[in-house]
């Protein structure tokens, strides 16, 4: 029975989510049909039918530009038994992948900041999926004793993590951790290159395990780049491609821990995501001005996805069996494409990687992580 209501809803929320795709094309369809009908009608029609399609145009621009219009992962698993660790859980692209894995049976923990954040998320992740076994664990990114903390809670729960999903990101304003780095940089990435050493050297991921970091279509655009002399983008400061970097530092950080992974004969893969353009919360970090934001809300119904679809790629990486052996790739709508901008070639850049996973080890105060 919990099949069948699953997948009631699964259908439901599939119907939702293609509306704005729908939209748009009725949309173009209006405009062309105006175009088509121009001898008969009015100015005043012809410039409704010209907005109509500068509005419907922007199928091009998610079909070429922003990847598509986002797929379903659609297929169902048993994954009883297993257990998924996801950071920032408590709501957008994590807290959807969350639910739709915890409908698959699995033992989810949400690794949060606010423990009233994370409560209520459990609860609504137990009631959608009708599975109890969803709990939450303190994590604030922000600070390395709290990952430390975190890993030891588990270690004493004697848990086994079959899926770690390095989840969490923000894109705020220039501010400084308690631990003296780039907010942005720590969260984004120290932190769960942190997380993801210490339960590796712990051997809290089980031998078939799988570790998808959450990176952004943001890796290639606006110039990304990873300045090993400056991380922390103390030099010159922008708000937007300090994201971008970190965005490509989980490129970076998930291929050499995928060579790592494969040169020490484990089986556990390591692949990184870009959900989409989704719309979450995150729109505050995008447009931090309210006013703007509420102006420029219908752009971005129009322009993103609802986050289940955001859950997407996550659930592919996580579930899919073509990926069982695939380590250090990117995934995009569901299938493993190549990044752009600069990580199209970092594969070559053994130096760049090595590296980067030098000054990060050194950063967290790790000298033998793997
Ligand atoms: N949305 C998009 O279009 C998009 C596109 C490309 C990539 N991504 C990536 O997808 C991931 C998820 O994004 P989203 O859209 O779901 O964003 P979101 O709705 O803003 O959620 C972000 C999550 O990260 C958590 N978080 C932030 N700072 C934290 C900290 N210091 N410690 C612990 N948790 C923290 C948040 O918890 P609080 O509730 O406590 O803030 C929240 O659970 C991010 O890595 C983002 O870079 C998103």
Redesign the pocket.
Request: proline letters at 3%; hydrophobic letters at 35%; one cysteine or more.
């Given at each position: 029975p919990r099949r069948r209501s699953a997948s009631h809803s699964f259908a439901r929320e599939r119907r939702r989510a293609s509306f704005p795709m729908k939209f748009n094309l009725f949309l173009s369809a209006c405009g062309a049909a105006s175009y088509y009908f121009r001898e008969q009608i009015s100015h005043s029609t012809w410039i409704t039918a010209g907005c109509f399609f500068l509005v419907g145009a922007n199928v091009l621009v998610n079909e070429f530009f922003l990847g598509g219009s986002r797929k379903y992962y659609g297929k169902t698993h048993d994954c009883t038994g297993d257990v998924v660790l996801i950071?920032?859980?408590?709501?957008?692209?994590?807290?959807?992948t969350a639910k739709e894995l915890a409908k698959f049976g699995a033992q989810i923990i949400?690794?949060?900041?606010?423990e009233r954040?994370?409560s209520t998320?459990v609860r609504s992740i137990r009631s959608y999926s009708k599975n109890d076994n969803v709990s939450y664990e303190i994590?604030?990114?922000?600070?390395l004793k709290?990952v430390h903390d975190l890993v030891d809670r588990l270690t004493k729960k004697k848990i086994q993590i079959r899926y770690l999903i390095?989840?969490?990101?923000?894109?705020?304003e220039k501010s400084t951790t308690i631990d003296g780095f780039n907010?942005q940089f720590?969260?984004?990435h120290l932190?769960h290159f942190l997380l993801t050493n210490l339960l590796l050297k712990r051997n809290m991921i089980t031998d078939n395990g799988r570790i998808i970091s959450?990176?952004?279509?943001?890796h290639g655009v606006g110039g990304a780049d990873i300045h090993l002399d400056d991380l922390n983008s103390t030099r010159s400061w922008k708000r937007l491609k300090m994201?971008g970097n970190?965005?490509l530092m989980?490129i970076v950080f998930t291929n050499e821990l995928s060579r790592k992974l494969l040169r020490i004969g484990s089986k556990i893969t390591a692949n990184s995501?870009?959900?989409?353009?989704?719309?979450?919360?995150?729109?505050?970090?995008?447009v931090p001005n309210p006013w703007i934001r509420w102006l420029t809300r219908p752009i971005a119904i129009l322009l993103?996805d609802p986050?289940v679809l955001?859950a997407q790629s996550t659930l592919f990486a996580a579930l899919s069996p073509d990926l069982e052996t695939k380590s250090g790739v990117y995934i995009d709508n569901c299938k493993v494409k190549r990044p752009v901008g600069k990580a199209q070639n970092i594969p070559k850049h053994y130096k760049l990687m090595e590296d980067f996973w030098e000054v990060s080890a050194k950063f967290v105060g790790q000298s033998n992580v793997i």
């Open positions: 950071t920032g859980g408590n709501k957008g692209i994590g807290f959807e949400i690794a949060c900041r606010s954040r994370a998320a994590l604030d990114l922000e600070s709290s390095n989840n969490a990101g923000v894109a705020i907010s720590q969260i984004n932190s959450l990176s952004s279509l943001a994201y970190t965005k989980n995501v870009h959900p989409g353009a989704i719309d979450t919360d995150f729109s505050e970090h995008v993103t986050p955001g």
